[in-house]
Structures are given as C-alpha cells and as structure tokens.
Nanobody, 124 residues
C-alpha cells in the first residue's frame, strides 16, 4: 500500500547534477525496500539503485549516484552527479514492504508499488 511520488527531474548538461526525491506514504520508508529504476525509450526498465538491508548500485552508476533515505521525512533520494547523456531516462521509484529486498537483485517484478516517474534528460 505504499504510494510514491517522484520529483526533481529535469534537463541538465553533461557533467551536471540532479537530486531526485520520492515521497512515500502508507508505510514508513524505514520498513520498506525501496529502489530507483529507469527506462529509456525502446529499452526495458532497469534497476539503478536499491536501499534496504543492503545498498546496491548498477555498475553504470557506481561512484556517481547515491541513494539515501530520510526516515523523518519519509522520503527516498537519488543524488546523481557527473551525469552523462546515457543517463537520460524516465526514473521511477519503487517499493515493497520488508527490508531484505528479495536478495537485492533489483528485479522489477519484486516491487509492488511504483511512482509515475520523473524525466531526466542529459545533453552533451
């Protein structure tokens, strides 16, 4: 029953930064596995970062993106630095009760709740 609303997307030049936010309601984020996925036109939705009992990142974003939670604000964040044109996609927040995250595989079918997405466009 987690409800998710993403914000913070926009257009940025390569090398720039954005911070995405995912406001959650229904459950406290402290007890929910949460993740960021992204989907570019013509491509399948892929996991970007996961936050639960573990923290996990896709290899393509390691060292550039940071996932974090503010439990008091019931919000998940994705800090994106050194953005590249290949990061252009619709970014989605996802959640599923429990912190074990199905083993941390970032399988999109594990997650039962999704936001509507926020668009990130990176130009060179």
């Amino acid at each position: 029953q987690v409800q998710l609303v993403e914000s913070g997307g926009g257009s940025v030049q390569a090398g720039g930064s954005l911070r995405l936010s995912c406001a959650a309601s229904g459950y406290q984020v402290s007890s929910v596995c949460m993740a960021w996925f992204r989907q570019a036109p013509g491509k399948e939705r892929e996991g970007v970062a996961l936050s639960g009992i573990m923290i996990k990142y896709a290899e393509s974003v390691k060292g550039r993106f940071t996932i974090s939670r503010d439990n008091a604000k019931n919000t998940l964040y994705l800090q994106m630095n050194s953005l590249k044109p290949e990061d252009t996609a619709m970014y989605y927040c996802a959640a599923e009760p429990g912190i074990y995250c199905g083993g941390g595989s970032m399988n999109r079918f594990y997650f039962g709740s999704w936001g509507q997405g926020t668009q990130v466009t990176v130009s060179s």
